[in-house]
């Protein structure tokens, strides 16, 4: 047991990453082979830490296993000793790091230094794109949608032709008529903002815990702020007044007479 | 008589909107349809465009996944020429290499390839690499623009650069000998090709004799999945995909357009039930006197069902026909933004135009939308027309 | 033999919450070739005795023998066949269908009873040239005036030969000198055999006829 344990001291640790101590149920204090290639022998080493990664969107559908090394054992393992892939700089307080970059680069051969948010952007690119996307496809939406509702609404206020007769018949006048439509239409609009408001948070929830479930992360898919549902109950009002208005003008500006059927 | 088609003309402005609402779910389902296997698809074409069925990388990677390579390269390549099953094996080594233009330090993408066992590149101007050829250089069209090089040029490249002591090793002098399309090249990428045994010895892999991978080809008559299985069996420390193994790998990765797709595709669906059958219920209102009228008259209600359901099937028809070439347009459009994700060979797409797509979501269209009139249809065939004749009177 | 022959109908149907009884045990009997009128003021139950005749409507209690079938024995699908071959209907406000021309609104019930298109085609034309419409058969209901409207739905009414025509108000919603069209018209049509049972409140169309049954608060007044 002594030796056992005099033997895993002098062996190099290692963290392995929470799915992949799951998977193949490993605890802290187990020894385990790492090895660079899958022919070669490769190295012992004890499991000294199981760790959470931080979610990262860019490999979150990879699903690859995340293991820490102290950086002399993975150059040796890689055989490549000296030889790394990047160094992380943290500045003075107040030093800008654009001008600190630039200063590197002028005298660079063979690297180049990179702002971290620099290197964010670009790696966020793949997140523009689907951004974009989604986009697109909002956009189509809400067209869809608004057809959608103006066909909807022309038709519902048709069904009042013979009332809007019967009203202009004994004398109301047009503009309240039309004030009578529009105001229906926007309840109606304001209702199913609300209702599809409490649909999308329950689409987002089981969104989030489906796929939290499937890539095994912590990561927020679908994410609501109160400035989206405030963009899409206005969109969706301005759309369903728009439509509602539309329809009640048609009808308001039809001959009693026409209406009635008898035009 | 076909008077459930005419209705459609009473309203024109009616129709028109519907068939406008129709044809904008219909072009999102076809859309969708598109998405849902396009870019397997082309994915699939793409790796089978030069015939290559199956892929040999190291263990647990996928091509170009990883910087890993496998080692013996000569000894795998044997092999796998030996078996009666392959026709053709080619070794692949991918790298960054560097080149000057004025001050400036070009990187590079590099393919380490065997000419008459390649499946990756297609020349488009001056020539090939002959078998064996160690000074020669094929150039895409972005690297050759970004070296201002043409066919004949002569090339620097530089396989190592030492920071610390601001040098270069293993450069080598080569001769452009042709401008080819990479077909797994993203947009604009820079890339050179070279002998394999070049770039191994320009990057220090050629003490091991390693490559990123082998691409294989299968004898006419032999099943790539088979010969697959066969050649994992041969080598255990190796990852052997058929293409079904990368397209169901890339599937996985693609998880994401595939569940939206099919989400989409179900709301387009439910924006058609909606609007036929809500247009179709107040057509019915507003002509009950009409209906119960022939109801009276002797009309059967399977007849008066019969009309009023081909007024909605004869509705989505005419929004899936303009919801194709609508579909097509926007397919085109969504392909754009998406296939302007970093690092996507530009041969990708992700909506792919087929004709069994278009069927199918023009069918499931027109089933979803002349089903939906069914229950209006139904309700209008059941009414009772004295009390329905009342209640009109008055 | 009666062509039709109703005993002790009775009809009631809810209304806001009430129960109207809008038929009390009326008996009737039409003989072949007849011209009745059922005439009487608002709400006294002549539509709806109409419609249960007509099968249109189904009685509370008693029942309808019409050309020797009871109709309560009858599934819809055989009710709505013998409207179709053996009765016409005209009704108040036409009902025509305002997306066919009148020679298709004629043809309507011939294609229901599965006419060549030809023949039906022909017969048509014979109709509306028998109502005095025969230059106006390609014009839809919208391009025609009350009164030929209602002569469109005559001819309808007789597309497929009917034992029995009956008209609900034919003439409720013309003028008087175009319900006096229409009085000739259905004189003309009984003169030529047609048996013909009208509802009206119009006391010349009751004059016409040769029959009037009174009717008052869903009774047949003697």
């Given at each position: 047991m002594l030796l056992a344990l005099l033997i895993a001291a002098q062996l190099p640790h290692v963290a392995v990453e929470r799915r992949l101590a799951a998977d193949l149920a490993l605890r802290v204090g187990d020894t385990v082979v790492v090895a660079a290639t899958a022919e070669s022998a490769g190295m012992r080493a004890v499991v000294g830490a199981v760790f959470e990664p931080a979610p990262d969107p860019a490999s979150v559908l990879k699903r690859e296993y995340r293991l820490r090394l102290h950086l002399p054992d993975l150059a040796a393992l890689l055989g490549a000793p000296d030889r790394v892939d990047r160094f992380g700089i943290t500045l003075e307080p107040g030093a800008s790091a654009d001008s600190v970059a630039r200063r590197l680069n002028a005298v660079a051969f063979g690297f180049r230094a990179f702002p971290s948010r620099a290197i964010a952007a670009e790696s966020s690119q793949t997140f523009l794109v689907v951004s974009r996307f989604h986009r697109a496809i909002a956009v189509i939406s809400i067209v869809a949608s608004a057809v959608f509702l103006l066909c909807i609404m022309l038709l519902k206020v048709e069904e009042r032709r013979a009332d809007a007769a019967v009203m202009r018949f004994v004398g109301v006048r047009r503009r309240t008529i039309f004030g009578a439509l529009v105001l229906e239409a926007a309840l109606v609009a304001l209702t199913g903002s609300v209702i599809g408001t409490v649909i999308a948070f329950g689409a987002g929830a089981l969104t989030n815990a489906y796929y939290q479930r499937l890539f095994q992360t912590s990561l927020l898919f679908s994410f609501i702020t109160p400035g989206i549902v405030l963009f899409s109950v206005a969109l969706s009002l301005l759309l369903g007044l728009g439509a509602g208005a539309l329809a009640a003008a048609r009808l308001v500006r039809t001959r009693p007479m026409v209406l009635w059927g008898r035009g | 008589m076909g008077w459930g088609f005419r209705n459609l003309?009473?309203?024109?402005?009616?129709?028109?909107?519907?068939?406008?609402?129709?044809?904008?779910?219909?072009?999102?389902?076809?859309?969708?349809?598109?998405?849902?296997?396009?870019?397997?698809?082309?994915?699939?074409?793409?790796?089978?465009?030069?015939?290559?069925?199956?892929?040999?990388?190291?263990?647990?990677?996928?091509?170009?996944?990883?910087?890993?390579?496998?080692?013996?390269?000569?000894?795998?390549?044997?092999?796998?020429?030996?078996?009666?099953?392959?026709?053709?094996?080619?070794?692949?080594?991918?790298?960054?290499?560097?080149?000057?233009?004025?001050?400036?330090?070009?990187?590079?993408?590099?393919?380490?390839?065997?000419?008459?066992?390649?499946?990756?590149?297609?020349?488009?101007?001056?020539?090939?690499?002959?078998?064996?050829?160690?000074?020669?250089?094929?150039?895409?069209?972005?690297?050759?623009?970004?070296?201002?090089?043409?066919?004949?040029?002569?090339?620097?490249?530089?396989?190592?650069?030492?920071?610390?002591?601001?040098?270069?090793?293993?450069?080598?002098?080569?001769?452009?000998?042709?401008?080819?399309?990479?077909?797994?090249?993203?947009?604009?990428?820079?890339?050179?090709?070279?002998?394999?045994?070049?770039?191994?010895e320009m990057t220090g892999r050629a003490a091991g004799d390693r490559v990123s991978l082998f691409m294989v080809k299968a004898r006419d008559g032999v099943d790539p999945a088979a010969l697959a299985a066969a050649l994992r069996r041969q080598f255990p420390g190796a990852a052997v995909n058929s293409i079904a193994d990368l397209v169901a790998a890339f599937r996985v990765r693609m998880l994401y357009f595939r569940q939206l797709s099919y989400i989409l595709g179900t709301v387009s669906l439910l924006v058609t039930v909606l609007l036929v059958a809500t247009l179709l219920t107040i057509t019915v209102n507003e002509r009950l006197g009409e209906i119960v009228t022939l109801r009276a008259i002797g009309v059967s209600r399977l007849h008066v069902v019969a009309q009023l359901v081909a007024e909605g099937a004869a509705l989505t028809i005419l929004g899936a026909a303009g919801g194709v070439a609508l579909g097509l347009a926007t397919a085109r459009y969504l392909d754009a933004i998406l296939t302007s994700f970093p690092g996507l060979p530009a041969a990708f797409s992700f909506f792919v135009p087929r004709a069994d797509a278009i069927a199918l979501a023009g069918a499931v269209l027109i089933c979803t939308g002349t089903l939906a009139g069914l229950y209006p249809a139904w309700r209008a065939s059941r009414l009772p027309i004295a009390a329905t004749l009342r209640a009109e009177a008055t | 033999?009666?062509?039709?022959?109703?005993?002790?109908?009775?009809?009631?149907?809810?209304?806001?919450?009430?129960?109207?009884?809008?038929?009390?045990?009326?008996?009737?009997?039409?003989?072949?070739?007849?011209?009745?009128?059922?005439?009487?003021?608002?709400?006294?139950?002549?539509?709806?005795?109409?419609?249960?005749?007509?099968?249109?409507?189904?009685?509370?209690?008693?029942?309808?023998?019409?050309?020797?079938?009871?109709?309560?024995?009858?599934?819809?699908?055989?009710?709505?066949?013998?409207?179709?071959?053996?009765?016409?209907?005209?009704?108040?406000?036409?009902?025509?269908?305002?997306?066919?021309?009148?020679?298709?609104?004629?043809?309507?019930?011939?294609?229901?009873?599965?006419?060549?298109?030809?023949?039906?085609?022909?017969?048509?034309?014979?109709?509306?040239?028998?109502?005095?419409?025969?230059?106006?058969?390609?014009?839809?209901?919208?391009?025609?005036?009350?009164?030929?409207?209602?002569?469109?739905?005559?001819?309808?009414?007789?597309?497929?030969?009917?034992?029995?025509?009956?008209?609900?108000?034919?003439t409720g919603e013309l003028d008087t000198a175009t319900g006096a069209d229409i009085l000739a018209l259905f004189r003309r049509l009984n003169l030529d055999g047609t048996t013909l049972i009208v509802v009206t409140h119009d006391d010349r169309l009751a004059a016409e006829a040769g029959r009037v049954v009174h009717m008052f608060d869903g009774r047949v007044r003697s």
């Open positions: - | 003309l009473r309203h024109p402005l009616r129709t028109a909107l519907s068939l406008a609402g129709i044809a904008v779910a219909a072009a999102m389902l076809l859309d969708m349809v598109m998405l849902s296997g396009g870019i397997e698809r082309s994915f699939a074409r793409l790796l089978l465009s030069r015939g290559y069925q199956i892929r040999v990388t190291p263990a647990g990677t996928l091509p170009f996944d990883a910087e890993a390579t496998l080692p013996n390269a000569s000894r795998i390549r044997d092999r796998l020429r030996a078996d009666p099953g392959v026709a053709a094996a080619g070794a692949i080594l991918g790298a960054n290499v560097h080149a000057r233009r004025g001050d400036s330090l070009l990187t590079l993408f590099a393919y380490g390839i065997e000419p008459d066992a390649q499946g990756i590149y297609e020349v488009e101007s001056g020539r090939d690499l002959h078998r064996g050829e160690a000074d020669g250089l094929l150039l895409s069209g972005a690297a050759a623009l970004a070296l201002g090089a043409r066919v004949g040029d002569t090339i620097r490249l530089t396989g190592r650069l030492d920071p610390q002591l601001a040098g270069s090793g293993a450069d080598r002098t080569l001769v452009t000998r042709g401008i080819v399309r990479w077909l797994y090249d993203y947009r604009g990428q820079r890339s050179v090709g070279l002998a394999l045994g070049t770039l191994q | 033999m009666s062509v039709l022959v109703a005993r002790d109908v009775t009809r009631d149907y809810p209304m806001n919450g009430e129960i109207v009884h809008a038929l009390r045990g009326v008996s009737l009997s039409v003989s072949p070739g007849e011209y009745v009128a059922i005439a009487g003021p608002s709400g006294s139950g002549k539509s709806t005795l109409l419609q249960v005749i007509g099968g249109i409507d189904v009685p509370s209690s008693g029942s309808v023998e019409l050309l020797g079938t009871r109709l309560d024995t009858l599934d819809d699908r055989a009710l709505t066949r013998l409207r179709l071959l053996r009765l016409g209907f005209v009704f108040q406000r036409f009902h025509l269908l305002p997306v066919l021309t009148a020679l298709e609104n004629v043809e309507l019930p011939m294609a229901e009873a599965g006419v060549p298109r030809g023949e039906r085609r022909e017969r048509a034309r014979s109709l509306l040239d028998y109502v005095g419409l025969g230059t106006r058969g390609s014009h839809r209901p919208t391009q025609l005036s009350g009164g030929e409207m209602q002569r469109v739905a005559i001819a309808r009414a007789l597309a497929n030969r009917p034992a029995i025509v009956l008209a609900d108000e034919p």
